[in-house]
């Protein structure tokens, strides 16, 4: 028969204390005599008394718990992040709890409302919710989010618009005069920021790019944009992510399309296997696992502060650097090619064609 495990009054009826003196031997040990201290934890451990996360958080306000969100924990984008907030959280002494908000914000609210109060804080990663939502958060919470700027909430943010600088101005260097840009999901932070950098870079650069999207971030998304990138007649594509990347590497090479010989691809991301695919992948890289390590770095700082800290105060991002990462997926633009050979209103034509096509499959 199994022995069953001893619980905090077992530990007070051998020590002959209350219940309560027990927990502030563990808890708050200041407020225990040496003597009586000492007696409880040696007793405690003769018994093999463990005691429990959440009882110690009813006195202390703390569970030690923190909360991790990331909006598709098969992306293999979030694994390195994932390694890093846990592996800081476990120097700290801390457990970390990970939900997937499945790209959507309702999944995400319902998550933050079911774990506040049982963890001691969030870490929000790329949060598909509003601004004004992630305000509300921050009221009642701590809270640190990633790829994400919302003041004055803390966060971690992966330059991704100076990557995407370096990735325009490589694709111009190689001759590409049109560029499609596969856009990620519609509430995505650091995909408007992404998209913005390559209209400006366009108008100082005198490119055409077009948008296509919002897309699912996958490698099944990926393959269904590239037949819209074809009917764009662009020489080059860039990604928001890698599986799209990935995704568009596989259906021109079912359509015989040669990458780079006909289409160059830019991914982002740099995520494992990106250098195993057929060309390996140009894309931007960036120190995941130090955003992941960062984020709860602030977040147990704002701990440390202590309930009573005002939540008003901006506090200063932490900004990683990316870079570009070239391989084989880049060339030069063909010297001929139909992009080349169409007028400016001819392509505006497809552009429209080719916009409503893709509206009404949204």
């Not at 451990?45 to 959440?54: D, K, L, T």
């Not at 809270?143 to 991704?160: A, E």
Request: some cysteine; glycine content about 8%.
């Amino acid at each position: 028969m199994r022995e069953r495990t001893p619980t905090i009054h077992d530990v007070a009826a051998r020590c002959g204390v209350n219940a309560s003196t027990v927990s502030r031997a563990f808890t708050k040990p200041e407020r225990v005599s040496p003597a009586t201290r000492d007696r409880i934890l040696a007793i405690a451990a003769e018994m093999g008394y463990r005691p429990n996360a959440i009882a110690r958080a009813l006195p202390s306000g703390r569970t030690r718990t923190l909360g991790l969100l990331v909006p598709d924990i098969t992306n293999p984008f979030f694994l390195d992040l994932i390694r890093g907030a846990e592996r800081a959280a476990a120097v700290a002494g801390y457990t970390l709890v990970l939900a997937d908000t499945e790209e959507t914000s309702q999944q995400e609210t319902t998550v933050v409302e079911r774990l506040t109060g049982a963890v001691d804080g969030f870490v929000l990663a790329s949060s598909r919710a509003s601004d004004e939502r992630l305000r509300e958060v921050h009221a009642k919470t701590r809270v640190v989010v990633v790829n994400r700027r919302v003041r004055p909430l803390p966060g971690v943010l992966i330059d991704s618009a100076h990557g995407t600088r370096q990735a325009a101005e490589h694709l111009a260097s190689l001759g590409h005069r049109r560029i499609a840009y596969l856009a990620g999901p519609r509430a995505s932070w650091s995909d408007a920021r992404r998209w913005r950098t390559l209209q400006a870079l366009a108008r100082h650069r005198d490119l055409e790019v077009v948008r296509i999207g919002p897309l699912a971030p996958t490698v099944e998304g990926g393959m269904a944009a590239a037949d819209s990138a074809v009917l764009h007649d662009v020489t080059a594509v860039v990604t928001f992510n890698d599986l799209l990347a990935i995704g568009v590497l596989r259906r021109l090479r079912d359509r015989g399309i040669d990458v780079p010989g006909q289409i160059s691809v830019v991914g982002c991301d740099d995520i494992f296997g990106a250098d195993f695919c057929h060309p390996s992948l140009t894309t931007l890289a960036a120190p995941i696992e130090s955003a992941g390590r960062s984020a709860v770095d602030l977040l147990l700082g704002l701990l440390a502060d202590g309930p009573d800290r005002p939540r008003t105060e901006d506090t200063e991002d932490v900004v990683l650097p990316t870079r570009l990462t070239i391989r084989e997926s880049t060339g030069p633009a063909p010297a001929s090619g139909r992009a080349r050979g169409r007028s400016p209103r001819q392509r505006a034509a497809t552009d429209r064609r080719t916009a409503r096509a893709v509206g009404a499959t949204r």
